[in-house]
Protein backbone atom coordinates (compact mmCIF):
# COMPACT_ATOMS: atom_id res chain seq x y z
CA UNK A 1 0.00 0.00 0.00
CA UNK A 2 3.08 2.27 0.78
CA UNK A 3 4.26 1.53 -2.63
CA UNK A 4 1.08 2.15 -4.21
CA UNK A 5 1.10 5.74 -2.61
CA UNK A 6 4.43 6.93 -3.40
CA UNK A 7 4.05 5.88 -7.25
CA UNK A 8 1.39 7.66 -7.02
CA UNK A 9 2.99 10.90 -5.72
CA UNK A 10 5.31 10.27 -8.11
CA UNK A 11 3.06 10.19 -10.91
CA UNK A 12 1.49 13.10 -10.33
CA UNK A 13 4.74 15.22 -9.93
CA UNK A 14 6.39 13.80 -13.26
CA UNK A 15 2.83 14.30 -14.90
CA UNK A 16 3.64 17.89 -16.45
CA UNK A 17 6.80 16.36 -17.87
CA UNK A 18 5.02 13.79 -19.64
CA UNK A 19 3.48 16.21 -21.91
CA UNK A 20 -0.42 14.77 -20.41
CA UNK A 21 -0.98 18.15 -18.05
CA UNK A 22 -4.26 19.15 -17.46
CA UNK A 23 -5.44 22.99 -18.52
CA UNK A 24 -7.46 24.07 -15.36
CA UNK A 25 -9.32 27.43 -15.45
CA UNK A 26 -7.98 30.93 -13.26
CA UNK A 27 -9.95 33.57 -12.57
CA UNK A 28 -8.04 36.88 -12.81
CA UNK A 29 -9.29 39.96 -10.78
CA UNK A 30 -7.85 43.78 -11.56
CA UNK A 31 -8.56 47.21 -11.70
CA UNK A 32 -7.54 49.33 -14.82
CA UNK A 33 -8.13 52.76 -16.05
CA UNK A 34 -11.30 53.05 -18.01
CA UNK A 35 -10.69 54.31 -21.70
CA UNK A 36 -14.27 54.57 -22.72
CA UNK A 37 -17.20 56.04 -20.66
CA UNK A 38 -19.14 52.64 -21.52
CA UNK A 39 -16.32 51.30 -19.43
CA UNK A 40 -16.85 53.75 -16.46
CA UNK A 41 -21.05 53.54 -16.73
CA UNK A 42 -20.52 49.74 -16.32
CA UNK A 43 -18.14 50.17 -13.31
CA UNK A 44 -20.79 52.19 -12.62
CA UNK A 45 -23.55 50.33 -12.37
CA UNK A 46 -21.56 46.80 -10.72
CA UNK A 47 -21.05 49.29 -7.75
CA UNK A 48 -24.71 50.20 -7.88
CA UNK A 49 -25.50 46.49 -7.85
CA UNK A 50 -23.34 45.44 -5.16
CA UNK A 51 -24.65 48.40 -3.13
CA UNK A 52 -28.25 47.32 -3.65
CA UNK A 53 -27.22 43.79 -2.84
CA UNK A 54 -25.99 44.51 0.56
CA UNK A 55 -29.05 46.19 1.25
CA UNK A 56 -31.14 43.66 0.31
CA UNK A 57 -32.16 42.41 3.93
CA UNK A 58 -33.32 46.29 4.62
CA UNK A 59 -35.09 46.70 1.80
CA UNK A 60 -37.12 43.27 2.59
CA UNK A 61 -37.51 44.47 5.64
CA UNK A 62 -39.01 48.03 4.94
CA UNK A 63 -41.63 47.01 1.48
CA UNK A 64 -42.76 44.19 3.02
CA UNK A 65 -45.36 42.61 5.05
CA UNK A 66 -42.23 40.77 7.21
CA UNK A 67 -42.40 43.84 9.74
CA UNK A 68 -46.46 43.04 10.89
CA UNK A 69 -45.83 39.09 11.10
CA UNK A 70 -42.36 38.85 12.95
CA UNK A 71 -43.49 41.44 15.61
CA UNK A 72 -46.77 39.78 16.12
CA UNK A 73 -45.59 36.02 16.18
CA UNK A 74 -42.96 37.84 18.67
CA UNK A 75 -45.86 38.78 21.10
CA UNK A 76 -47.33 35.20 21.10
CA UNK A 77 -44.27 33.77 21.76
CA UNK A 78 -44.19 35.99 24.71
CA UNK A 79 -47.25 36.31 26.04
CA UNK A 80 -47.67 32.21 26.30
CA UNK A 81 -44.77 32.91 28.34
CA UNK A 82 -42.65 29.90 26.86
CA UNK A 83 -39.31 31.91 26.90
CA UNK A 84 -37.24 30.60 24.07
CA UNK A 85 -39.95 28.25 22.51
CA UNK A 86 -39.91 28.70 19.19
CA UNK A 87 -36.93 29.82 18.64
CA UNK A 88 -35.75 32.63 16.96
CA UNK A 89 -34.65 31.00 14.32
CA UNK A 90 -38.24 29.14 13.77
CA UNK A 91 -40.09 32.81 13.93
CA UNK A 92 -38.24 34.75 11.77
CA UNK A 93 -37.67 31.64 9.30
CA UNK A 94 -41.33 31.23 9.26
CA UNK A 95 -41.84 35.14 8.86
CA UNK A 96 -40.00 35.13 5.76
CA UNK A 97 -42.21 32.78 4.13
CA UNK A 98 -45.14 33.77 5.25
CA UNK A 99 -43.80 37.21 3.94
CA UNK A 100 -43.14 35.36 0.76
CA UNK A 101 -46.86 34.18 0.67
CA UNK A 102 -48.48 37.38 1.21
CA UNK A 103 -45.79 39.37 -1.58
CA UNK A 104 -46.68 36.61 -3.82
CA UNK A 105 -49.37 38.60 -5.83
CA UNK A 106 -47.34 41.75 -5.74
CA UNK A 107 -44.03 39.79 -7.10
CA UNK A 108 -46.17 37.78 -9.78
CA UNK A 109 -46.71 41.45 -11.01
CA UNK A 110 -43.37 42.39 -10.95
CA UNK A 111 -42.34 39.42 -12.73
CA UNK A 112 -44.58 39.97 -15.46
CA UNK A 113 -43.72 43.81 -15.60
CA UNK A 114 -40.84 44.20 -15.37
CA UNK A 115 -38.15 41.07 -15.12
CA UNK A 116 -39.40 39.47 -18.16
CA UNK A 117 -39.89 42.23 -20.27
CA UNK A 118 -36.08 43.08 -19.58
CA UNK A 119 -34.73 40.12 -19.83
CA UNK A 120 -36.10 39.76 -23.60
CA UNK A 121 -34.58 42.98 -24.23
CA UNK A 122 -37.90 45.20 -24.56
CA UNK A 123 -37.14 47.41 -22.12
CA UNK A 124 -33.94 49.52 -20.82
CA UNK A 125 -33.04 49.38 -17.32
CA UNK A 126 -35.17 52.19 -15.88
CA UNK A 127 -37.99 51.39 -17.37
CA UNK A 128 -37.49 48.24 -15.97
CA UNK A 129 -37.15 49.39 -12.56
CA UNK A 130 -40.39 51.98 -12.85
CA UNK A 131 -41.91 48.86 -13.61
CA UNK A 132 -40.98 46.85 -10.50
CA UNK A 133 -41.24 49.85 -8.09
CA UNK A 134 -44.88 50.47 -8.59
CA UNK A 135 -46.33 47.21 -8.01
CA UNK A 136 -44.33 47.53 -4.49
CA UNK A 137 -45.71 51.36 -3.98
CA UNK A 138 -49.15 50.43 -4.25
CA UNK A 139 -48.87 46.96 -2.06
CA UNK A 140 -47.35 50.04 0.42
CA UNK A 141 -50.01 52.31 -0.13
CA UNK A 142 -52.64 50.57 0.13
CA UNK A 143 -51.50 49.18 3.55
CA UNK A 144 -50.31 53.34 4.69
CA UNK A 145 -52.35 55.22 6.97
CA UNK A 146 -53.48 58.51 5.93
CA UNK A 147 -52.22 60.14 9.26
CA UNK A 148 -48.85 58.25 9.18
CA UNK A 149 -48.85 59.42 5.17
CA UNK A 150 -49.80 63.08 6.24
CA UNK A 151 -46.90 63.09 9.06
CA UNK A 152 -44.18 62.10 6.86
CA UNK A 153 -45.42 64.18 4.37
CA UNK A 154 -45.73 67.24 6.70
CA UNK A 155 -41.64 66.37 8.29
CA UNK A 156 -40.57 66.44 4.91
CA UNK A 157 -42.01 69.98 3.94
CA UNK A 158 -43.65 68.63 0.55
CA UNK A 159 -46.77 69.79 -0.89
CA UNK A 160 -50.43 67.61 0.40
CA UNK A 161 -50.16 65.09 -2.79
CA UNK A 162 -53.39 64.62 -5.29
CA UNK A 163 -52.56 60.87 -5.97
CA UNK A 164 -50.12 58.46 -5.26
CA UNK A 165 -47.91 59.54 -7.60
CA UNK A 166 -46.81 62.53 -5.96
CA UNK A 167 -45.92 60.57 -2.74
CA UNK A 168 -42.42 60.08 -3.00
CA UNK A 169 -40.78 56.54 -2.64
CA UNK A 170 -38.22 57.74 0.33
CA UNK A 171 -41.31 59.21 2.14
CA UNK A 172 -44.04 56.18 1.37
CA UNK A 173 -41.74 53.61 2.72
CA UNK A 174 -41.15 54.98 6.75
CA UNK A 175 -44.94 55.66 6.73
CA UNK A 176 -45.78 52.19 5.80
CA UNK A 177 -43.43 51.05 8.23
CA UNK A 178 -44.94 53.40 10.70
CA UNK A 179 -48.53 51.70 9.99
CA UNK A 180 -47.34 48.37 10.24
CA UNK A 181 -45.91 48.79 13.90
CA UNK A 182 -49.11 50.76 14.96
CA UNK A 183 -51.01 47.62 13.19
CA UNK A 184 -48.66 44.88 14.89
CA UNK A 185 -49.26 46.49 18.21
CA UNK A 186 -52.52 46.61 18.09
CA UNK A 187 -52.84 42.98 17.09
CA UNK A 188 -50.42 41.87 19.89
CA UNK A 189 -52.53 43.58 22.32
CA UNK A 190 -55.46 41.26 21.01
CA UNK A 191 -53.21 38.20 21.02
CA UNK A 192 -52.28 38.79 24.69
CA UNK A 193 -56.04 39.76 26.08
CA UNK A 194 -56.53 35.79 26.54
CA UNK A 195 -53.33 34.93 28.05
CA UNK A 196 -53.31 37.79 30.59
CA UNK A 197 -56.93 36.48 31.40
CA UNK A 198 -55.06 33.08 32.51
CA UNK A 199 -52.52 34.25 34.46
CA UNK A 200 -55.10 36.66 36.66
CA UNK A 201 -57.33 33.49 37.06
CA UNK A 202 -54.39 31.31 38.24
CA UNK A 203 -52.57 34.32 39.99
CA UNK A 204 -56.11 34.62 41.91
CA UNK A 205 -56.87 30.78 42.88
CA UNK A 206 -53.00 30.35 44.27
CA UNK A 207 -53.60 33.44 46.69
CA UNK A 208 -56.58 32.40 47.96
CA UNK A 209 -54.94 29.09 48.31
CA UNK A 210 -52.72 30.67 50.12
CA UNK A 211 -49.73 29.60 47.48
CA UNK A 212 -48.10 33.00 47.30
CA UNK A 213 -44.66 31.52 47.06
CA UNK A 214 -45.81 29.65 44.17
CA UNK A 215 -45.00 31.61 40.62
CA UNK A 216 -48.45 31.60 39.29
CA UNK A 217 -46.40 31.45 35.31
CA UNK A 218 -45.43 27.91 36.45
CA UNK A 219 -49.18 26.79 37.04
CA UNK A 220 -50.49 28.86 34.22
CA UNK A 221 -47.92 28.15 31.48
CA UNK A 222 -49.84 24.20 30.64
CA UNK A 223 -53.02 25.69 30.80
CA UNK A 224 -52.08 28.63 27.95
CA UNK A 225 -50.49 25.89 26.02
CA UNK A 226 -53.80 23.42 26.15
CA UNK A 227 -55.45 26.37 25.04
CA UNK A 228 -53.54 27.72 22.15
CA UNK A 229 -53.90 24.15 20.99
CA UNK A 230 -57.07 23.50 21.33
CA UNK A 231 -58.27 26.74 19.53
CA UNK A 232 -55.65 25.68 17.12
CA UNK A 233 -53.80 29.00 17.84
CA UNK A 234 -50.91 29.27 15.19
CA UNK A 235 -53.89 28.44 12.42
CA UNK A 236 -55.75 31.47 13.77
CA UNK A 237 -53.18 34.04 14.06
CA UNK A 238 -51.56 32.86 10.91
CA UNK A 239 -54.90 33.39 9.24
CA UNK A 240 -55.44 36.42 10.63
CA UNK A 241 -52.44 37.66 10.19
CA UNK A 242 -52.80 36.81 5.78
CA UNK A 243 -56.08 38.57 6.00
CA UNK A 244 -55.19 41.50 7.79
CA UNK A 245 -53.40 42.30 3.64
CA UNK A 246 -56.29 41.65 1.88
Given at each position: ?80 GTQQMPPNQVIVGLSLFLTFFIM ?13 PYLSGEIDQAQALTEAVNPVRDF ?59 DMVVASVLMSMGMMMLPPPIISL ?25
Open positions: MKMLRLLFALGLILLPATGWAIDLPTITLGVENAATPNEVSMAVQILLVLTILSVAPAILLMTTAFVRVVVVLSFIRQAMAPVYSVVNERAVQMYSQTREKDLALLVDIAGNDRPDTIDDVPTTTLIPAFMLSELNRAFQIGFMVYVPFLVIPFKLLLFVLVDGWGLVVGSLVKSFS
